[in-house]
């Protein structure tokens, strides 16, 4: 030091300087919380809300819930539409694993956001007992334990669809995909897995198939005519919740399969295969009894009005070339492909057959995808079933 200085260093590091907290003030340094850990299943849990993802899946969602249990690492991750369901999945998952476990959830820890808000939320938890921490304010950090999971989950996600050259939009499938071969997984310092700790025995891994690998999905019979594929090529994506069967993509539409053959050294569906599968682009489609939400764009509504008269014109053709049938099967129905005259040998077709058609038609374009007890779920039925009934007598 100086002689000639008047002041001591001590002295100058305890002076506060305004200019220099104006011009170099940081951020205090974040202690980890090392042997603070809890020791049995929820007694805390942590939650977060990811997104907006940059492209919305088929179904219109945008985010990512995660919840996870401190102690055993188990998670959950449910995507949903908007950030505001955050709480009503966070109230799902807590019911269900205090009702799997026996344990209680003593505390909730997310970040400062208005999604874990709200009335109905508060009173829940208040109900329960469950004390809320937040995060400080834009200090994400407090809640990293659920932030740096999303943050694994988005990392993974966006590899394992350029590894099988799938669109962006099935990233919902990818991350809860993800989400369950982590539950299977030993975390950092430990010696089990979540599933484990959690649930008190080993998991069963034996029906887990590498994401994206080629498929062929068995074609049930009640989608399919006796002359079409009895499976369809297909590429894996997931694993249902609560159903044996695998998640796969067919045709553009994400249905579930219990019956699958897998290829896992090879990806993606293949080459050109002629599938025979029912149109899968529109809300009404044939996978919806099995599968319902996983179709999401309507189809286009032609009317009504032009395909009654085409219903009726094939009546008339069919009425001529040999009248009317009154024992034939309803699973039996006639078709034909759209713009082609009806086959002479139709004649022994019923109203009902031309029903399945005409609806059929006007449904698609392709008649020859649509049986008679699909053909009876479309809004115009019974108009276009007097016309032909009419027509027919």
Known sequence: MSSGCGYALDALKERTCESCNVGKMVRQPFVSAVGKRTTRALPLVHSDAAGKMGVPTPKGIEYQICVIDDYTRYKALVPVRTKGQAKDVFMQVVNLWENQTGYKVQALRTEDGKEYTGGDFT?????????????????????GMAERYNRTVQERTSALLCDVGL?????AEAATAINTVANMTPQRHQTATPNKMSHGKRPDVSHLRVFGCRAWAYNPARLRRKDDS?????????????????RVLIDGAVVVRRDVLFVEEARGAGAGVPSHQPEQDGAKDLFAEESAGTEDESGDDLGSATFIEDAIMAARLLTVQGGMDKDSDEDGAPTAESGDPLHPGAGAATAKGLLSWALAARARGKPDKMRLYQAKKEPDCSELDKAIQAEVQ
């Open 167 to 171: 669109d962006p939009k099935y990233w």
């Open 123 to 143: 009173a829940w938890r208040h109900g329960k007992g469950i004390q809320h921490q937040r995060s400080a304010p834009y200090t994400s950090q407090h809640n």
């Open 230 to 246: 009895r499976g369809a090529p297909a590429v894996f994506v997931g694993y249902p919740e609560g159903t044996k069967g695998y």
